[in-house]
């Protein structure tokens, strides 16, 4: 099966600054990657779909860039309601494996 | 909107059988272009994807294989919703379990509410 790594496993940023994660896929997957966001107590919500494709209502400084292994997610500029953990999932075929998740706070 | 309720008990025992359900409003269990999913999550295995159901003509079961043999996930097109048994519980499958609409090339949105079982003599 294929495996999904995120790097860093967590990060502390200030607001306003530009963050950027990592997901790498063990072998090419397209650009079926998609990327989570989880705050704290709450169910994952679907940020990125087809590697940048912004899911309606996500706010454009989100974006997602990527293709066949290596993967980036971008908040280009860090604000308090972004504090969360971050995952990416393959989704070109079953099993829909997830990433270990980066943790996002403020500095 | 497309909304998914879950129930079912929270605490079993080792060998036990977890039975959770999902509700579908806003959507069909035997939509073709969607697939019904089951993921749980817990500190040691972060977020998992267990298996899915969908209809394409007939119904399909997908199984992720670390539960492949204690798993059935199955539709109920008289309450639009599905369900998850897994059998032969112990405290390793203590997670919190979402169920999930796919809908291709999307990924899974929305995701019903979590449960979270515990398996505990």
Redesign the interface.
């Known amino acids: ?1 294929i495996q999904m790594t995120q790097s860093p496993s967590s990060l502390s940023a200030s607001v306003g600054d530009r963050v950027t994660i990592t997901c790498r896929a063990s072998q090419g997957i397209s650009n ?1 990657l ?1 990327w ?1 966001q989880q705050k704290p107590g709450r ?4 940020l990125i ?2 590697a940048s494709t912004l ?1 309606s209502g996500v706010p454009s400084r989100f974006s997602g860039s990527g293709s066949g292994t290596y993967f980036t997610l971008t908040i280009s500029s860090l604000q308090p309601e972004d504090v969360a953990t971050y ?1 990416c ?1 393959k ?1 070109n075929s ?5 990433g ?2 980066t943790k996002v706070d403020i500095k | 909107q497309v909304q998914l309720q879950q129930s079912g008990p929270g605490l079993l025992k080792p060998s036990q059988t977890l039975s959770l359900t999902c509700a579908i409003s806003g959507d069909s269990v035997s939509n073709n272009s969607t697939t019904w999913n089951w993921i749980r999550q817990s500190p040691s295995r972060g977020l998992e994807w267990l298996g899915r159901t969908y209809y394409r003509s007939k119904w399909y079961n997908d199984y992720a294989v670390s539960v492949k043999s204690r798993i059935t996930i199955n539709p109920d097109t008289s309450k639009n919703q599905f369900s998850l048994h897994l059998n032969s519980v112990t405290p390793e499958d203590t997670a919190v379990y979402y169920c999930g609409r796919g809908h291709w090339p999307l990924g899974f949105d929305p995701w019903g509410q979590g449960t979270l079982v515990t398996v505990s003599s």
């Open positions: 099966d079926y998609v989570y169910v994952p919500k679907l779909y087809s899911q995952y999932q989704y079953a099993p829909f494996t997830f270990p998740g």
